[in-house]
């Protein structure tokens, strides 16, 4: 098993980084015996990342990681692409303890100056390994504007064994003048039964349940994964489903738009609970604080500080919470798309609805269920400008109601 065997259905992503992979590692063995450096390479010091949710853009990336890293003698073989999955410096990168390799990924909404500019400073630093000083950005799209031209700078003039690997869904969600110093590898959806064989394959998942999760997902391998490992969480997503059934009045719509409020309220508090306990025994403890008790004098700013933080971070974390819920929604609305088209039972998602979703196919338009999709992408962009969540959802349930 090689780094690569978790991309499903990348391929031709797969083929571009292992050839990237097999020119790193002659770059770096000639600079170590002192032969001349190859004059032709497909490696470069900043690579962009960007696909659909799902499609495994982060873990290309660090498959790319460990990749640069590896140290299989089997990698300098006539034929041999670096990744062996095993070595070392394979093994080290894939569970995030390899010293020159950093993922930074965001539980906030924003990744700002400071952050960024210790990034960069880390990038200046060599590889204590002597290979590749590797930083992995899996939140790109989160850089403030003003981190984005602090990170510029870094990707104009790079270290010599640095490389920046950059996540982002797409070329417009990071700034131009980096995207054009970055080689763009552009990541597609899986394949829902190639999404089924590696929940069956390496988590064990039963086939059936493992078809049945990679098919309401529509290839979203992360979701699938969460799905098909939690009960609860198929529990909330049928919640979710049932909603266009609810909006027949207006007092029904505003009841259903509350639970759903509700429900991501709460996923996120019983995601960010633990977390944010072990952070503040941890905090505690290392300001010289007993557990429960009093904290020493000077260090209710530092407390006050991780607060802060884990406030930002219940905010975003109920935020996607209920942009899943706003996915799995769409997800509804588009299977009756389908059926007004004609299309074939393959093509519907939600299986389990088939009733539901004719019955509604056949009492509505075509175009009044694109005015329903346009609701919903409405009120994820309402969500994005900071709207209060309640009154987002409210106007779509109400845009549902009306068709």
């Known amino acids: 098993m090689s780094v690569w065997d978790d991309l499903v259905g990348q391929e031709r992503v797969v083929g571009q980084l292992g050839a990237a992979a097999r020119d790193a590692d002659a770059y770096v063995t000639a600079a170590a015996s002192g032969n001349p450096l190859p004059e032709a390479s497909r490696m470069t010091h900043a690579w962009l990342f960007t696909g659909p949710p799902g499609a495994g853009r982060a873990d290309a990336a660090r498959a790319f990681a460990a990749a640069l890293q590896c140290t299989s003698p089997d990698r300098a073989l006539p034929g041999g692409t670096p990744g062996c999955g095993f070595c070392d410096g394979c093994h080290t990168s894939l569970i995030g303890t390899h010293a020159d390799v950093d993922v930074v990924r965001t539980d906030l909404l924003s990744i700002g100056v400071k952050e960024t500019r210790d990034l960069v400073r880390r990038s200046q630093m060599s590889p204590a390994g002597g290979r590749w000083q590797v930083i992995v950005l899996e939140d790109a799209d989160r850089l403030t504007e003003g981190a984005g031209n602090v990170l510029l700078k870094a990707v104009e003039e790079p270290a010599s064994r640095t490389v920046w690997l950059l996540c982002a869904p797409s070329l417009e969600d990071v700034l131009p003048t980096i995207r054009s110093r970055s080689r763009h590898l552009s990541l597609r959806t899986p394949p829902v039964a190639a999404v089924a064989d590696i929940l069956v394959r390496r988590d064990g998942v039963d086939p059936a349940l493992?078809?049945?999760?990679?098919?309401?997902?529509?290839?979203?391998?992360?979701?699938?994964?969460?799905?098909?490992?939690?009960?609860?969480?198929?529990?909330?997503?049928?919640?979710?489903?049932?909603?266009?059934?609810?909006?027949?009045?207006?007092?029904?719509?505003?009841?259903?738009?509350?639970?759903?409020?509700?429900?991501?309220?709460?996923?996120?508090?019983?995601?960010?609970?633990?977390?944010?306990?072990?952070?503040?025994?941890?905090?505690?403890?290392?300001?010289?604080?007993?557990?429960?008790?009093?904290?020493?004098?000077?260090?209710?700013?530092?407390?006050?500080?991780?607060?802060?933080?884990?406030?930002?971070?219940?905010?975003?974390?109920?935020?996607?919470?209920?942009?899943?819920?706003?996915?799995?929604?769409?997800?509804?609305?588009?299977?009756?798309?389908?059926?007004?088209?004609?299309?074939?039972?393959?093509?519907?998602?939600?299986?389990?609805?088939?009733?539901?979703?004719?019955?509604?196919?056949?009492?509505?338009?075509?175009?009044?269920?694109?005015?329903?999709?346009?609701?919903?992408?409405?009120?994820?962009?309402?969500l994005d400008r900071n709207v209060a969540p309640l009154l987002a959802v409210e106007a779509m349930a109400m845009a549902l109601r009306a068709g």
């Open 210 to 382: 493992a078809a049945s999760v990679a098919r309401s997902t529509q290839g979203h391998i992360d979701r699938a994964r969460r799905l098909a490992a939690d009960e609860r969480a198929r529990e909330r997503r049928a919640a979710v489903l049932k909603l266009p059934l609810r909006v027949g009045d207006v007092g029904a719509g505003l009841r259903a738009a509350q639970e759903l409020i509700d429900a991501a309220s709460e996923d996120s508090k019983q995601a960010a609970t633990e977390t944010d306990e072990k952070e503040t025994e941890a905090l505690r403890a290392a300001l010289g604080g007993q557990s429960g008790g009093r904290m020493p004098r000077g260090t209710a700013g530092a407390m006050k500080e991780l607060e802060e933080k884990q406030k930002r971070r219940r905010t975003r974390s109920q935020r996607d919470s209920l942009d899943l819920a706003l996915v799995d929604l769409t997800s509804f609305y588009r299977d009756v798309l389908a059926l007004q088209f004609g299309s074939s039972p393959e093509a519907v998602a939600n299986v389990e609805l088939r009733d539901a979703l004719e019955r509604i196919a056949e009492d509505s338009t075509p175009a009044a269920t694109l005015r329903r999709i346009e609701a919903i992408a409405a009120c994820r962009e309402a």
